[in-house]
């Protein structure tokens, strides 16, 4: 008879077996050359030279600031029991082993929170000793803390997906733990590390909290079928995150009969050209998709970051990989769009070939415009702020007609073959 944590054991085996079999699924030879091997070699240097010296942009930056990506970082795991639905045929008659299988995921999740807390403060590590000269009793009263509040911060949070699933109203209960719990961390690093009687009511009370959400979540019953939901949900992480939305009905709590934008379906461009109305539909079709314009805002920001982080020729590295991560999305949305049952309709009309080259500009251009003005204003004197974005716009008009060329070489292909 198998014990709690040998169940366990194999549950979490065949999660990490199941997230790495989607990973590779997307990170083949290509992404680990040119994008993951790249980025690991630049982000090891720049660790290794800020503990030797500290970086300039860290001047303009207060020490308060260190708590937000600790924080982050810190609460990056999830508050798991390792719960499935065929737990009812056989576990959950067993309420030893149910309860075994409960407490050791509830203890493989805190272990969880102890590696991503280690690993924020090693992130940061060489900024706030060799930047800021946080002492060795300061950091570690801040790891403390850091781990404690972590604890509670995830243990909460799955109360809260356990008894509000509206995401609409979700967002309320999340924001006021996540304030409450930076609020902490502040407090506690700035001022109160250096008091011990502060130290000792702090981490007390928080240990306190940890066990009193613990100890009801382990005496909980009737919350099978929501903790297999939950879990399902975890164990899909991945593949959740590399294919996005599709398919998935997101949970709201209002059902809309009429889209969000663009109610009345009026036109955007006053020219009515079978090519401008493509255009047109295909805009408001985007634009209604929050989940496509967000990874636009995720290159930007990303983007952007890098940008202003990294050295000078790195930078133009940078805003290159943007480009080719600009004009492969405008690629994807308008083939998922094209191949739509209302553009279907207009498949062998000749003039909508100059709608597809529009469409691959239409976001995409906008995008890779500002990132040049990011890049032109991050490089020393005015000219890099004239010539980037004049040279961005050239590159990505000759690259937009390369990618749109491809596109209808495929196609031809396709229709031959078929």
């Not at 207060?62 to 798991?80: G, K, N, Y």
């Not at 930047?131 to 060795?136: M, V």
């Not at 379906?265 to 493509?278: F, G, H, L």
Request: charged share 15%; net charge positive; aromatic share 14%.
């Amino acid at each position: 008879m198998m014990t709690g944590l040998q169940v366990l054991r194999k549950r979490v085996s065949d999660d990490r077996r199941y997230k790495i079999r989607d990973l590779r699924t997307a990170l083949d030879w290509t992404v680990w050359l040119y994008i993951l091997l790249p980025a690991l070699v630049i982000g090891i240097a720049y660790y290794r030279s800020w503990w030797v010296t500290a970086p300039d942009w860290l001047a303009g930056v207060p020490e308060q600031a260190a708590v937000f990506p600790l924080f982050v970082i810190a609460t990056a795991w999830s508050f798991r029991i390792y719960t499935e639905e065929a737990d009812q045929v056989y576990l959950l008659q067993n309420v030893s082993l149910s309860q075994g299988l409960k407490k050791w995921g509830i203890a493989h999740s805190l272990g969880k929170g102890v590696i991503m807390t280690v690993l924020g403060i090693g992130f940061i590590l060489p900024l706030l000793v060799t930047g800021w000269g946080w002492s060795l009793e300061r950091i570690i009263v801040t790891t403390l803390f850091l781990l404690m509040v972590s604890w509670n911060v995830r243990t909460c949070r799955y109360f809260i997906d356990l008894f509000v699933p509206s995401i609409w109203v979700k967002w309320m209960p999340v924001g006021l733990v996540n304030l409450l719990s930076v609020g902490i961390l502040l407090l506690m690093s700035q001022v109160l590390w250096m008091y011990e009687w502060a130290v000792v009511i702090g981490s007390g009370s928080l240990l306190l909290l940890l066990v009193v959400q613990l100890r009801v979540r382990v005496k909980m019953r009737g919350t099978f079928f929501y903790d297999a939901v939950i879990e399902r949900g975890h164990k899909q992480s991945i593949t959740k995150f590399l294919m996005g939305r599709v398919g998935v009905a997101p949970a709201t709590a209002i059902v809309r009969k009429q889209p969000f934008l663009f109610r009345g379906s009026r036109r955007i461009r006053k020219k009515r050209s079978p090519e401008a109305r493509m255009v047109d539909l295909y805009t408001k079709w985007l634009l209604r998709s929050v989940g496509k314009v967000q990874y636009y805002l995720q290159v930007i920001g990303w983007g952007t970051a890098a940008i202003l982080l990294l050295p000078l020729v790195v930078k133009v590295v940078v805003l290159l990989f943007a480009l080719y991560a600009l004009i492969g999305l405008s690629k994807a949305d308008w083939h998922e769009f094209s191949e739509g049952g209302y553009a279907q309709l207009f498949k062998w009309e000749p003039s909508l070939r100059e709608a597809g080259e529009r469409a691959l500009k239409l976001v995409a251009m906008p995008c890779f415009l500002l990132l040049c003005v990011v890049t032109g204003y991050s490089f020393p004197g005015w000219i890099g702020l004239m010539l980037f974005p004049l040279a961005g716009w050239f590159v990505f008009k000759v690259s937009g007609q390369l990618a749109y060329r491809s596109m209808q070489t495929g196609k031809w292909e396709d229709s031959k073959g078929v």
